[in-house]
């Protein structure tokens, strides 16, 4: 049983930070009013960017970068449809799922099911790596699990204790008293879109550069979907974030542990897990209140200034 959790809990991170990083880019964009259903295609292309670049010879800072670089590109198009011309927002980022699930599959098909070097754990001393339980989960990590971790805190900071987080949550709530106070309701939205379209598309590169060290066409497996329905269980709180990540990809975490037991079990039926947890947890939240509290006012929404 010790050496079971000993191996859960070391994997535990590794399948939280993706869903830690895409939900902190949505939980940017629906604060600003934006609902950006595209969120399974930008990670798919940020997966298939980071693999490209390692597989042609750069680092993988670069390749990371990169990745956050082409999802900001791939979601300009949404950004000028649902902010700019004021598009309906559910069919922009579905049609964005279309266009990143698609340029992945077109561009990265040389690249498919070719093995790299990626990201490698951080240098701790074998000690701590060894310790009871808690090593592995804490000590034989990469850097991106505790920039994820420090990223959920410095936009709970940002967010609610600086006078430009209060703005932009401002015009996700009542975009016409922001506008009439001042504040540049578009160039807002288009910002937070930013942000989280980089956040997203770092969380799929590290799908393929910090976790399986490999590229394949659909290993982004509904994770997009699944941090859609973070951010309502985190109640569009980023600490709350962590919190869910930790739930969702525990229950992910235990799909190949599970297996190495050797359970008489379904593999479908083990797959089917995560999601079963999503639609659970949305249907708990939904039998109660706060969920609607929180939710910022005015989301999904166009905002036309003429009619304020």
């Given at each position: 049983m010790i050496e079971f959790l000993t191996a859960w809990?070391?994997?535990?991170?590794?399948?939280?930070?993706?869903?830690?990083?895409?939900?902190?880019?949505?939980?940017?964009?629906?604060?600003?009013?934006?609902?950006?259903?595209?969120?399974?295609?930008?990670?798919?292309?940020?997966?298939?960017?980071?693999?490209?670049?390692?597989?042609?010879?750069?680092?993988?800072?670069?390749?990371?970068?990169?990745?956050?670089?082409?999802?900001?590109?791939?979601?300009?198009?949404?950004?000028?449809?649902?902010?700019?011309?004021?598009?309906?927002?559910?069919?922009?980022?579905?049609?964005?799922v279309a266009i990143g699930l698609g340029l992945s599959e077109a561009l990265g098909r040389d690249a498919a099911h070719k093995p790299f070097s990626g990201l490698q754990a951080l240098p701790w001393p074998d000690a701590l790596v060894e310790l009871p339980l808690v090593g592995r989960m804490l000590f034989e990590q990469d850097a991106i699990v505790i920039l994820a971790l420090v990223l959920a805190v410095i936009a709970a900071r940002g967010l609610f204790q600086t006078p430009q987080g209060l703005r932009l949550r401002a015009v996700g709530e009542d975009p016409a008293t922001a506008d009439a106070a001042g504040v540049d309701v578009q160039l807002y939205q288009i910002v937070a879109v930013v942000i989280g379209s980089a956040l997203i598309g770092l969380a799929g590169a590290y799908l393929s550069v910090g976790g399986s060290q490999i590229w394949t066409e659909g290993m982004v497996a509904g994770r997009g979907w699944i941090s859609l329905a973070l951010v309502v269980f985190a109640q569009w709180m980023p600490i709350r974030a962590i919190l869910g990540a930790i739930l969702f990809g525990g229950a992910e975490a235990l799909i190949p542990r599970l297996q190495a037991l050797g359970l008489e079990v379904p593999v479908y039926f083990l797959s089917m897990t995560p999601y079963l947890l999503t639609i659970g947890v949305l249907l708990i939240l939904s039998l109660g209140t706060r969920t609607a509290q929180s939710e910022p006012g005015f989301l999904g929404r166009a905002y036309i200034r003429q009619d304020r």
């Amino acid at each position: 049983m010790i050496e079971f959790l000993t191996a859960w809990l070391g994997s535990l991170p590794g399948f939280m930070t993706p869903l830690l990083l895409a939900s902190l880019g949505l939980l940017f964009c629906e604060r600003a009013g934006v609902l950006n259903l595209g969120v399974e295609g930008v990670m798919a292309l940020g997966a298939m960017t980071g693999a490209v670049v390692v597989l042609a010879g750069f680092g993988t800072w670069i390749a990371l970068a990169a990745a956050t670089l082409a999802a900001i590109a791939v979601s300009i198009p949404f950004m000028l449809a649902v902010i700019v011309f004021r598009a309906p927002q559910i069919p922009a980022g579905l049609a964005l799922v279309a266009i990143g699930l698609g340029l992945s599959e077109a561009l990265g098909r040389d690249a498919a099911h070719k093995p790299f070097s990626g990201l490698q754990a951080l240098p701790w001393p074998d000690a701590l790596v060894e310790l009871p339980l808690v090593g592995r989960m804490l000590f034989e990590q990469d850097a991106i699990v505790i920039l994820a971790l420090v990223l959920a805190v410095i936009a709970a900071r940002g967010l609610f204790q600086t006078p430009q987080g209060l703005r932009l949550r401002a015009v996700g709530e009542d975009p016409a008293t922001a506008d009439a106070a001042g504040v540049d309701v578009q160039l807002y939205q288009i910002v937070a879109v930013v942000i989280g379209s980089a956040l997203i598309g770092l969380a799929g590169a590290y799908l393929s550069v910090g976790g399986s060290q490999i590229w394949t066409e659909g290993m982004v497996a509904g994770r997009g979907w699944i941090s859609l329905a973070l951010v309502v269980f985190a109640q569009w709180m980023p600490i709350r974030a962590i919190l869910g990540a930790i739930l969702f990809g525990g229950a992910e975490a235990l799909i190949p542990r599970l297996q190495a037991l050797g359970l008489e079990v379904p593999v479908y039926f083990l797959s089917m897990t995560p999601y079963l947890l999503t639609i659970g947890v949305l249907l708990i939240l939904s039998l109660g209140t706060r969920t609607a509290q929180s939710e910022p006012g005015f989301l999904g929404r166009a905002y036309i200034r003429q009619d304020r």
